[in-house]
């Protein structure tokens, strides 16, 4: 059994054929999804569609994107929304200095909201960061410091020695299909040394098509094909890699029922 660690079921290109797009990823032996929020306008929508398949999961959080536009949010705002018995994670947060679609403070005070409400609940908080290793990392330690909390870093595609600072923070690490495109050759070995217990393999869906889908939407079936290749960079069977990254998400999201 694989799980895809991190999903968008409720965006354009797979909300409008939600029940045929499980169906293919069950058939091809997906046992879990985890269906993330970006906005708090989706919380009610992702948590409904957890509702309705018992392999589906919920998370509430803030894109980085979006914290310009939810500057009235509070903490206790998203740790009401934690009680619910299908969100099992908090985010994706983070940091994005590429795109700056949000103030950099805005984005920097919401993550730490993020991370206060995940040491509080126990919840893992989901992280997204881009072009911007040093204020992402920066904020971890000091939050570290004020007491631990579980976290990943999802769509890994930083720094070698960011994913060894995260991994020294006790994150883990969760591969997107970007691993397998031809320009990724410095994840591609990034990913062979990632310890075993702290991995997890994801779609994004449906953005970042693996190959050999590169073009077309991307679904929660073709996590599998990132396993896949994930396990022949690593050297094991593709099962034994579904086995060890199912075993990570049971332990990590320990409040999702599987």
């Excluded at 994107?65 to 509070?74: G, N, P, R, V, Y």
């Excluded at 702290?198 to 929660?220: I, K, N, Q, Y």
């Amino acid at each position: 059994m694989l799980i895809d660690s991190h999903c968008h079921l409720n965006y354009k290109g797979l909300i409008e054929r939600q029940a045929d797009v499980l169906a293919q990823a069950r058939a091809r032996g997906i046992g879990g999804f985890l269906n993330i929020s970006t906005r708090q306008s989706e919380w009610g929508d992702v948590i409904a569609t957890a509702e309705r398949e018992a392999d589906v999961w919920a998370s509430v959080g803030i894109h980085p994107h979006e914290a310009d536009k939810h500057a009235d949010l509070s903490a206790d705002q998203l740790l009401a929304a934690t009680d619910h018995e299908r969100v099992i994670a908090i985010g994706e947060t983070g940091l994005d200095y590429y795109y700056d679609h949000s103030d950099r403070d805005a984005q920097r005070r919401l993550f730490r909201m993020h991370i206060d409400v995940a040491r509080k609940t126990g919840l893992p908080v989901i992280i997204h960061t881009r072009d911007a290793e040093e204020d992402t990392l920066g904020i971890l330690k000091d939050e570290m410091g004020k007491g631990a909390f579980p976290a990943l870093i999802h769509c890994f595609t930083a720094s070698r020695e960011f994913g060894e600072q995260v991994l020294e923070l006790g994150l883990t690490i969760s591969i997107s299909g970007i691993v397998t495109f031809k320009n990724a050759a410095d994840l591609q070995e990034t990913v062979k040394s990632v310890p075993a217990d702290r991995l997890l393999v994801e779609t994004d869906a449906p953005f970042l098509a693996p190959v050999p889908h590169r073009g077309s939407t991307c679904e929660p079936a073709f996590v599998v094909d990132t396993a896949e290749f994930v396990a022949r960079l690593r050297g094991v069977r593709t099962e034994q890699l579904a086995q060890t990254t199912t075993d990570n998400f049971k332990r990590l999201f320990s409040k999702a029922a599987l």
